[in-house]
């Protein structure tokens, strides 16, 4: 895309978020890390609502299976043989079951963190697309999907944590998460994620790949007809945001030290679409701002007046869609583009000027009228 | 003129500016004279979601207590100031809020959390911020930290004891029916083996989803499975539809009894009494409890909140964890979590509303357990106590033996 | 209490679930199969017709009151419904996942409300007298088997709800409407037709539905500002499983999913069995994807 154009823009915004540590507070910084993990789940949405046209209102559940795989190495990274975490000892169990074993083994749960997702996404998506399901059934079958895998989670206590999921972790990799250089080194890590994802994204949508999914969500059957199976594509699409929505779940996992069913289930996933509409479905800048914007908004509302915050959301639902279906992005991306800076740094000097003047009028007022002096700062600029 | 105009214009600048000024001044001045030193202290319950049902008036009863204790004088000559948060029912919500609370609020203790899920959630966040949370509610026990407070029921001065009582009636064929999630599955894990161990047998063992509202199979499971009594540890708006269609079926209370272990004044008032009555409820704490303490409280909420409000089991342990913090913090003469915890686990008995009461070293509390059977009123009748508080056990030695609850 | 007694009791607990599905459903088939929409604040419906019911109870005369809850959770959800489809839905067609956003958004900003006028609290509506007992087989091989009347009503209540829908689509004068506005939307309007008009009814009488389901449920279980959410999805499930904008698709969906979650109930859990059902629709799906009933038609992009 424009993805040439717009780099220093990208790079400055990147130069600000990486300076963040630097004028934020360690609780400030670890909002923002928590929200900027989450932002690479809405760039997922991005791509495969916004550009592939396929809505899924079950994102929970692959950010659910990122983050669990995560929770589940941190949960038995300090247990010594035989041990088995505290939840399974109050569930009843006595021994590991063998296929949490595996997730002893750190390179065991990055993997999964990066492969399960994103098969489970592509899997089912080719399962439903190969049998030309449409798209608002897809969306309400991932809606069933989240309820079920939430549902399911909370029912197998005995293996998951059941309601209370996974929680307490102490050390990734050796390093206690609880000192302040591991949580800063986190916020990069994350940021790091985030401007990858961000890029490739941005690259991938430059691509012929990228073209055919627009071609894809404005008119599947004409793409048919052109000769292109188009299941595999969206089945690759909807597996890439998986995949984005693994890795930010297991972010997610570091940053707030809890995994549990309520951040799967159906209203969290829809709450998921509601940043990205925010933002903008189009806009993967977009997007990132949405998802920042909305969770801050979030804590600062729900802080102030909690009851307000769902009449808040639900206004912005309704607004977003009926008023301003492109989001913020759909606002801001025209600005970013440089003959429109260069216009509007234009009329900037212009209102400076025209600033100035009427503030010189008031100086000297009595000696010129007011509409003359305008009249005279129009025709100068 | 203009020159005239700036002039007026300065001199209302001029005089607003020295009035607020004076303002500013005489209201420090007025809270100084009130000795207004603060302390802040954290109240972090879910006030939206569907826990906000309960935890909204635990959080009304916690704050109470601080109106009480700021009103005698404060402690240790400070008003204390809460900052409420919500937890929004969501764990995640619980931990960040809880963070919030000890590094930008700089709160010197938290009172809060309703179900596990929050308290789990907070508990890594308490142990490396360093805070220390008082947690109200009733729990699964198995768990022992030092950042935490646990005034509710360990299973052994709840379930337990509503066990014994159920036995003595003759009561050994029995159905564990629960909400999906950790305390009823926990729960009836150690019921279990008492049953079993008590020579008692267990005819059925049901879950349902959280706010699940079609109870037509498990009736159908109950009656296949003949029990003499149903244990109940069912959450919130469930309880509604289980009983309403456990009666439509015609197995009312009066024929089937029914202990259950979450239904308290509050969701008696909610679910209308006359659905509920004749079932019976194991707490350590009714509002009918005969104690002037008690009295003096239920008198003092209903003055704040309204006449008819009722008072639960949780709340009074809300109420409670506030005045055992502030003795704590009055003997540490500290508001040092380390040193207040200290303090609080070697305080005398106190009877604060339910009954003589005291941290044992384990962090949890000493306390009286209650038999009730529900009222046409809404009130519990009291059949049943434990002769005298019984101490508390995190891990229950029948079920998870060898472990032990320390804390230094 | 025989095997075979609580084999029986789980075919008449699945039925039952089953009648309120469909009265759950079948606004939610109708306005998806005419005009392509998603509605989710559907169960927001269900939630307003219960509160309804409860409000009536409380302040009309005793004995006209229980007849006056249903009428009024049909009507007002109905008249709900009209303005929902009049200011935003209207605005919104052929766009069918931003419906299904912006009514989410209206369902939120509903359970908010709810909670904010009723609190968080369930309130309970009770039943008149003479559908608190139940029917109960005595002795024999059925021994100990019951049929409370309250869920034979609600039975009965499906099923003449389900009669009328399909008197009024196949003999009246609006059901020809409707019926040719669902084949041929573009075709009805160049006949005269007022399609936007058919919209609204339908839509409207699908909400009604909604307020009536609604209503009946209040007898069974509390009405809270939460109780249309813990539906919406298996109505969902019934709307994709039964097909488009066929009524019968919609009642056999109903029965199935009713009668499969109450015999996988019977080996597992309540939670399982709905893991279960969600992962049975999912898999059906694959071997129809149309749902049980298609409705055939040479258009070939569809909602």
Redesign the interface.
Same mark, same amino acid.
């Given at each position: 895309m424009n993805g040439g154009k717009r780099l220093p823009y990208y790079l400055a915004a990147l130069l600000i978020l990486a300076l963040a540590p630097a004028y934020l507070s360690s609780y400030e910084l670890s909002l923002l890390g928590r929200f900027l993990a989450l932002s690479i789940l809405s760039l997922g949405l991005v791509l495969a609502w916004g550009r592939g046209g396929i809505l899924s209102l079950g994102q929970g559940v692959f950010f659910g299976l990122g983050g669990y795989a995560l929770a589940m190495h941190l949960k038995l990274e300090r247990l010594g043989a035989g041990e088995i975490p505290d939840f399974m000892e109050w569930s009843g169990l006595t021994s590991l079951p063998w296929w949490w074993a595996p997730f002893r083994s750190s390179a065991v749960a990055l993997l999964a963190v990066v492969l399960v997702p994103p098969a489970f996404a592509g899997g089912l998506a080719y399962l439903v697309f190969r049998r030309r399901v449409g798209g608002v059934y897809f969306a309400l079958l991932t809606q069933a999907l989240a309820l079920a895998f939430s549902t399911l989670l909370i029912s197998q206590q005995k293996f998951t944590g059941g309601f209370n999921g996974l929680t307490d972790f102490n050390e990734l990799f050796g390093f206690a998460l609880g000192d302040p250089k591991v949580q800063l080194v986190l916020y990069w890590i994350t940021l790091a994620f985030l401007a990858s994802a961000f890029f490739f994204s941005d690259w991938l949508l430059g691509t012929h790949f990228g073209k055919l999914l627009c071609a894809i969500r404005d008119g599947e059957n004409r793409v048919r007809f052109l000769g292109y199976d188009t299941a595999p594509c969206k089945a690759a699409i909807f597996a890439l945001a998986g995949l984005f929505a693994g890795v930010a779940g297991a972010l997610f996992t570091l940053h707030a030290g809890v995994i549990s069913p309520a951040m799967v289930g159906v209203v969290p996933s829809i709450e998921m679409v509601v940043w990205v509409a925010v933002g903008g479905r189009e806009s993967l800048l977009g997007a990132v701002i949405g998802t920042l914007a909305v969770n801050m908004g979030k804590d600062w509302i729900s802080s102030a007046t909690p009851e307000l915050w769902l009449f808040v959301m639900g206004a912005l639902f309704v607004m977003v869609v009926t008023i301003l279906p492109r989001g913020i992005g759909g606002l801001l991306e025209p600005l970013l583009q440089p003959e429109t800076v260069r216009y509007y740094l234009k009329i900037g000097r212009y209102g400076l000027v025209r600033w100035l003047g009427l503030a010189r009028r008031e100086i000297e007022a009595g000696q010129t009228g007011s509409a003359m002096k305008q009249e005279q700062v129009e025709q100068n600029a | 003129? $203009?020159r005239k105009g700036v002039n007026v214009s300065r001199l209302r600048y001029t005089f607003e500016f020295t009035f607020i000024v004076f303002a500013l001044l005489v209201s420090a001045e007025f809270a100084l004279a009130q000795g207004d030193k603060l302390v802040k202290v954290g109240v972090l319950h879910s006030?939206?979601g &569907?826990m906000? @049902?309960s935890e909204?008036t635990v959080k009304n009863a916690t704050l109470l207590a601080i109106d009480e204790i700021n009103g005698a004088g404060g402690v240790m000559g400070m008003r204390i100031q809460p900052i409420i $948060?919500?937890g929004?029912? =969501?764990?995640? @919500?619980f931990?960040?809020?809880a963070?919030?609370l000890l590094?930008?609020d700089k709160v010197v203790t938290i009172f809060g959390g309703w179900?596990?899920?929050s308290r789990?959630?907070m508990?890594? %966040?308490v142990?490396?911020f360093h805070g220390l949370l008082w947690y109200p509610v009733q729990f $699964? *026990?198995?768990e022992c930290s030092p950042n935490i407070m646990y005034s509710g029921a360990q299973p052994n001065q709840q379930i337990l004891p509503a066990l014994d009582w159920a036995f003595q009636q003759g009561y050994k064929r029995i159905f564990l029916l629960g909400s999906? /999630? %950790?305390f009823p599955? &926990?729960a009836n894990?150690i019921l279990k083996k008492h049953i079993v161990h008590r020579g008692g047998e267990v005819v059925g063992e $049901? /879950? %349902?989803? !959280? *706010? *699940?509202? =079609?109870f037509?199979?498990?009736i159908?499971?109950i009656?296949?499975a003949?029990p003499q009594a149903v244990f109940n540890t069912l959450n919130g =708006?469930s309880n509604?539809?289980f009983f309403?269609?456990i009666?439509?079926? =015609?197995l009312p209370p009066s024929k089937l009894p029914i202990m259950s272990f979450s239904i308290a004044e509050q969701e008696a008032k909610?679910? *209308?009494p006359s !659905?509920v009555q004749g079932s019976y409820a194991a707490w350590n704490y009714f509002q009918s409890l005969d104690d002037p303490a008690n009295k003096k409280f239920v008198a003092a909420y209903q003055a704040k909140y309204g006449a008819d409000s009722p008072v639960d089991d949780p709340m009074a342990h809300g109420y409670l964890d506030v005045y055992m913090w502030a003795y704590a913090v009055e003997k540490a003469k500290s508001f040092d979590p380390d040193k207040v915890r200290h303090a609080a686990t070697s305080l005398e008995w106190k009877d604060i509303c339910m009954g003589k009461t005291k941290f044992a070293p384990n962090q949890s509390l000493y306390q009286t357990a209650y038999v009730g059977e529900l009222q046409a009123d809404g009130q519990f009748k009291i059949l049943w106590q434990s002769p005298e508080p019984i101490a508390p056990e995190p891990y229950d030695p029948l079920t998870?033996p060898g472990?032990k609850c320390v804390i230094k | 209490m025989s095997e075979y007694a609580l084999l029986l009791g789980q075919l008449f607990n699945g039925i039952s679930v089953a009648s309120i599905l469909l009265l759950a459903a079948l606004g939610l088939a109708l306005s998806f199969g005419l005009m392509g929409v998603i509605n989710m604040s559907h169960g927001e419906m269900l939630m307003l017709g219960g509160y309804l019911s409860f409000l009536t109870l409380r302040f009309a005369p005793a004995r006209a009151a229980f007849a006056l809850a249903f009428v009024a959770a049909f009507f007002g959800a109905g008249v709900f419904g009209a303005l929902l489809e009049v200011t935003l839905i209207r605005r919104l067609y052929g766009r069918p996942l931003d419906t299904l956003l912006a009514t989410w958004g209206v369902s939120l900003a509903l359970q908010q409300a709810a909670r904010s006028i009723f609190g968080p609290i369930g309130v309970e509506v009770t039943a008149p007298k003479w559908l608190a007992g139940s029917i109960t087989v005595k002795g024999g091989a059925l021994g100990g088997l019951n049929f409370p009347f309250v869920r034979l009503f609600i039975i009965g209540l499906a099923v003449a709800v389900l009669v009328v829908m399909w008197a009024i689509i196949t003999r009246t004068r609006l059901g020809l409407c409707v019926r040719a506005v669902h084949q041929d939307r573009d075709m009805a309007e160049a006949l005269g037709v007022r399609t936007r008009l058919v919209d609204l009814v339908m839509f409207s009488l699908g909400t009604a539905i909604a307020g009536l389901a609604g209503a009946a449920l209040a007898l069974i279980a509390p009405v809270t500002p939460t109780v249309g959410q813990s539906y919406i999805v298996y109505a969902f499930m019934v709307v994709i499983l039964g097909g488009l904008g066929r009524l019968l698709g919609t009642l056999l969906a109903a029965v199935l999913v009713g009668l499969f979650s109450a015999s996988v109930q019977i080996f597992t859990s309540v939670s399982f069995a709905d893991v279960l059902l969600l992962t049975f629709v999912i898999a059906f799906i694959q071997l129809r994807p149309r749902g049980i009933m298609v409705v055939r038609t040479r258009a070939l992009e569809e909602a």
């Open positions: - | 003129m $203009e006030l939206t &569907t906000a @049902i909204v $948060e919500d929004a029912s =969501d764990p995640a @919500i931990a960040q809020k963070q919030k590094q930008q179900t596990s899920a789990k959630a508990f890594p %966040v142990e490396r $699964e *026990g198995n999906d /999630y %950790v599955r &926990t894990l $049901e /879950y %349902v989803p !959280l *706010g *699940g509202t =079609d037509s199979s498990v159908n499971k009656k296949a003949a =708006d509604v539809s309403k269609q009666a439509a079926a =015609d909610a679910m *209308g !659905l998870f472990k | -």
